[in-house]
Nanobody, 123 residues
């Protein structure tokens, strides 16, 4: 499966952005999807995960209550709605697909990655 992340940009503190992760292939619904982010000079960190059907979601504590992950399997797309953005959310955001349906925060357990999309939150 090939993934394409989009929707990044520049936003002020307190603003919102919606990231999209569009996938190719007819087996999209058999992959769980994770969003990760990477700060300059840091390791990529887990942000959110959604199961195959979208029935189970999980979030990093740092984004819980502000970010919402969802998916539309008919459109082969996963979304990350980001509200109440803070300057510390500034990072490159990546989506990734895993063949397993298990909630997973370990980036090495994901099989496919999209290119990143930059989110910049100004103070």
């Amino acid at each position: 499966v090939q993934l394409q992340a989009s929707g990044g940009g520049l936003v002020q503190t307190g603003g919102s952005l919606r990231l999209s992760c569009a996938a190719s292939g007819r087996t999209f619904s058999t992959y769980s999807i994770g969003w990760f982010r990477q700060f300059p000079g840091k390791e990529r960190e887990f942000v959110a995960h959604i199961s195959w059907s979208g029935g189970a979601t999980n979030y990093a504590d740092s984004v819980k209550g502000r970010f919402t992950i969802s998916r539309d399997n008919a459109k082969n797309t996963v979304y990350l709605q980001m509200n109440s953005l803070k300057p510390e959310d500034t990072a490159v955001y990546y989506c990734a697909a895993s063949r397993t349906n298990s909630y997973n925060v370990i980036k090495d357990r994901y099989d496919y990655w999209g290119q990143g999309t930059l989110v910049t939150v100004s103070s």
